[in-house]
């Protein structure tokens, strides 16, 4: 199964109290404000959690002389310690918080700074080499023609979600989506709909763990 826009849209109008049309079968005959509740709700539970899925590697290869290189689009991880992923062949880097009052210098990189959407590497690397970059990307899916994207628009668009966790996703992303469309909490329905968006929520975050590995989410 492949969770794309169409499938999600679909199942979202099923839903009972829903008020579309549930036969869609392209994005031409999408309802605006569903697309927006849909996308909503997947934000709200990408961005909730450090799932393992949204893990990635930026590589960087350096070039001599050159110390400024394009950022991946994502939040740079912390290891346990509260230490940027950043390294330099094999040895990590250190984060500079405030790079005004560097010395312009030469060598292998030990450090590094933000610049805007660069990365910034001091000092100014001498030689190749290569900087790897762990981090949690922003994009949620891929278009038709492979494209990373932030946002489902077309109904072809897909979710990057693993075969094992998608039945969950799309049970926590179309419950969230309803309580995203109904417009008051006093509403007959928001409270049950609440209680599944809860429940089906806990339970991606615990099979994202591995099963059988994390006992701290309670059901």
Same mark, same amino acid.
């Given at each position: ?99 005004? &009052?560097?010395?312009? /210098? ?10 805007? $959407? =660069?990365? #910034? ?13 762990d981090y949690l990307t922003l994009t949620i899916g891929e278009n038709a023609e492979g494209d990373e994207i932030y946002s489902l628009q077309k ?42 968006? &809860?429940?089906?929520? /806990? ?10 590995? $994390? =006992?701290? #989410?309670?059901?």
């Amino acid at each position: 199964m492949t969770l794309t826009l169409l499938d999600l849209y679909n199942t979202a109008a099923s839903q009972e109290w829903a008020m579309y049309d549930n036969d869609a079968v392209s994005d031409a005959e999408f309802e605006e404000s569903l697309v927006i509740a849909l996308n909503k709700a997947i934000l709200e539970i990408y961005m909730s959690h450090d799932f393992n899925f949204r893990d990635r590697t930026h590589l960087i290869l350096t070039i001599p002389r050159v110390n400024a290189y394009t950022l991946p689009s994502g939040l740079i991880k912390r290891d346990a310690n509260g230490k940027y992923l950043v390294k330099h062949n094999s040895s990590k880097l250190r984060f500079i918080e405030d790079a005004s &009052d560097l010395t312009p /210098k030469t060598g292998m990189p030990e450090a590094f700074y933000i610049k805007r $959407d =660069k990365i #910034v590497l001091y000092p100014t690397p001498i030689e190749k080499g290569i900087v790897t970059i762990d981090y949690l990307t922003l994009t949620i899916g891929e278009n038709a023609e492979g494209d990373e994207i932030y946002s489902l628009q077309k109904d072809s668009d897909a979710l990057s979600v693993p075969i094992h966790l998608e039945a969950l996703m799309k049970e926590a992303i179309i419950t969230r989506t309803m309580l995203n469309t109904i417009a008051s909490e006093t509403d007959e329905n928001f409270s049950a709909y609440k209680k599944q968006a &809860d429940k089906a929520y /806990k339970l991606l975050v615990k099979y994202s763990k591995g099963v059988g590995l $994390d =006992k701290s #989410v309670k059901i």
